[in-house]
């Protein structure tokens, strides 16, 4: 089966897990005729106890798996729905033997853009058998060394399948192959340690629990309070130095993943590390969570002291890149891991497919696009700031956690949406704000919450699926652009222009509440806290001008070229019944 040959690729891909099976069916799924080598020491049928750290996409990636890669069917009918994402914290952390021991923040509807929780073991096995049968070449082994060579020379990925070596030679490599960090430990890419990353120190355990009974969460009866599943959403519970998730990742056997997140600095690895003193953790902490565990039957438990890194460059002039958590990953607050993934994916097959076709702007792709990555993963480690001291108040955490919906939401889903991600115009101007603002008004923020957790401030519960929170009608998950609605999935069809104008003033009001609320009249006079306010006015004034450029610029531009086009056909439409042969032989 295997030779001694050096067969030659395109693109050699180290890894089959979630990040380098995306790549390779995005490539194939773009870029005609192009030749893939995938390479993993796992075999095409997966044990399910291959499990990662978080089971759950938000709407970016589902976007982007449904969408991009053509899988919402298969999501449909393989993995969970999600319902939104829940919050609880203990009113008494001594009492958490059931939901009515909680502050809830319930989702309490579906959120606009469908998304899933994924049994990832199962998912990984489908869209590798997918790959192959699309023509990407699987060999199961493992990467044993990698010659990268400067500029467009060939590189060389040496693989040991059974008790065999050999060679395969490749114009452009990729590194999915997770925390193996074969391109990063070769090239000196990656960064550990808290202070290379916002302060960020912490370790997770998990486990897969099977046959549950989900009563002891929640009888789903809840009439008056959502339109969706409670169970179905991703649960997050919250303490002192630590949170928790649990996601159902399979419909018929019930099983949850049921995992923490834990900061080194409130709680040792120590504490927690072994099945054993994590099921004590959850009994003195979230009863609830054990009684769920104990009612069904724990299929594995996995513990990882460090899980936070980035890398310095993503992208590289010598056609290497690195995806997924070969490249970061932080914290799975919020399921940002696979959102990373999604746009990583597309910039890099953008960069390979115009590197391959020689077009003259491939550079610049690849130098715009690994800012642009490198930029939203510090925004999305700015996420964890601080957590440590946070995540057991309720007060400060509800309202962090709606000012960071208001930038999803009203920032980063229409960035994705309208592909501005991979526009060349656009990308300095985001690098440029995301980068001010995590050193700016966000580290200034995260300051202040740890000063209301210290001083055991109440400023109140927001709630951030309600429209009456803030002012006016205003949600987080107000879209300021349908382009739901109107089908705006081309490239820049989407106005993210008119979304950023009205987020930033949004954001605005929601700081100067913040800054009444836990600080009073010397909140609101002083001087650094002017400053924010107005720069958030100023980028919601500088959104005013680019949209109007943005719409100088499109007009005329149909919001969807195929429906526009079915619209043009339709002029010429005729009833004509009489060409109907059932019809002809019914009057004869």
């Known amino acids: 089966m295997y030779t001694t040959q050096s067969p030659e690729y395109d693109v050699v891909i180290m890894g089959a897990g979630f990040a380098g099976l995306c790549q390779a069916r995005h490539m194939l799924l773009n870029i005609p005729n192009i030749k893939i080598a995938l390479i993993d020491p796992r075999p095409v049928e997966r044990s399910d106890k291959d499990l990662k750290i978080g089971e759950s996409i938000i709407e970016v990636a589902a976007l982007f798996l449904c969408k991009e890669l053509g899988l919402h ?26 939901l009515d ?52 020379a060939i590189n060389t990925v040496e693989i040991k399948v059974g008790g065999e070596t050999m060679e395969l030679k490749a114009k452009h490599v990729v590194d999915a192959a997770g925390l193996k960090f074969i391109i990063g430990r070769k090239t000196d890419n990656v960064l550990f340690g808290p202070e ?55 419909k018929k056997s019930m099983d949850l993943s049921i995992g923490v997140i834990h900061h080194h600095d409130v709680i040792p690895s120590e504490k927690i590390n072994t099945l054993d003193k994590f099921s004590g953790f959850l009994k003195a902490n979230h009863q609830l969570l054990a009684d769920i565990i104990d009612s069904g039957e724990v299929v594995d438990f996995n513990y990882r002291q460090r899980i936070a890194h980035r890398s310095k460059i993503m992208f590289s002039p010598d056609n290497w890149y690195v995806v997924g958590d070969s490249s970061h990953i932080f914290d799975a607050f919020y399921s940002y891991g696979t ?67 208001m930038w999803w939401f009203g920032v980063h889903i229409p960035t994705y949406i309208g592909k501005w991600h991979l526009d060349l115009n656009f990308i300095p101007r985001y690098v440029k704000i995301a980068n001010g603002n995590v050193d700016g008004i966000f580290a200034d923020l995260c300051k202040q919450f740890n000063q209301l957790v210290e001083e055991g401030a109440n400023i109140g519960f927001m709630d951030v699926y309600r429209a009456d929170q803030l002012v006016g009608k205003y949600g987080t998950l107000t879209h300021f652009d349908n382009f739901l609605e109107n089908t ?27 800054q009444w609320k836990g600080f009073g009249i010397r909140g609101l006079l002083t001087p650094k806290h002017w400053f924010y306010f107005l720069r958030m006015l100023s980028l919601s004034a500088k959104a005013i001008v680019g949209e109007f450029i943005y719409k100088s610029k499109t007009k005329g531009l149909p919001n969807n070229s195929e429906i526009e086009r079915v619209r043009q056909e339709f002029k010429g439409y005729k009833y004509q019944p009489e060409k109907h042969s059932w019809l002809r032989e019914k009057v004869s």
């Not at 096995?125 to 070449?137: I, T, Y």
């Not at 480690?381 to 400060?396: E, P, T």
């Not at 705006?488 to 913040?514: D, G, L, Q």
């Open 73 to 98: 069917d298969y999501l449909i009918e393989n993995h969970p729905p999600k319902s939104g994402l829940n919050f609880h914290w203990p009113k008494d952390a001594a009492q958490t033997e059931t």
């Open 101 to 152: 021991d909680y502050y809830h923040v319930w989702a309490n509807r579906q959120t606009p853009i469908a998304s899933f929780h994924l049994h990832r073991p199962r998912f990984e096995r489908d869209l590798l058998k997918m790959n192959q049968d699309m023509g990407a070449v699987f060999y199961n082994g493992r990467v044993v060394d990698v010659d990268l060579t400067p500029g467009d």
């Open 196 to 250: 290379n990353l916002l302060g960020l120190n912490n370790g997770s355990a998990w486990l897969r629990v099977k046959n549950v009974d989900r009563t002891i969460f929640h009888s789903g009866y809840h009439p008056e309070g959502t339109s969706n599943s409670h169970y179905y959403s991703t649960n997050h519970y919250f303490g002192h130095g630590h949170w928790l998730w649990m996601i159902p990742i399979d």
């Open 339 to 405: 959102t990373m993934i999604a746009f990583a994916v597309e910039g890099i097959t953008e960069i390979i497919r115009a590197k391959l076709a020689g077009e003259a702007d491939a550079e610049a792709k690849r130098a715009a696009y690994n800012d642009f990555n490198l930029a939203y993963a510090r925004t999305v480690n700015c996420l964890y700031r601080g957590h440590a001291q946070q995540l057991g108040h309720a007060s400060v955490m509800s309202w962090r956690i709606y000012f960071e919906y």
């Open 488 to 514: 705006k999935f081309e490239p820049r069809r989407c106005n993210v222009f008119a979304s950023m104008k009205y987020t930033y003033f949004y954001i605005a009001i929601w700081y100067v509440m913040f």
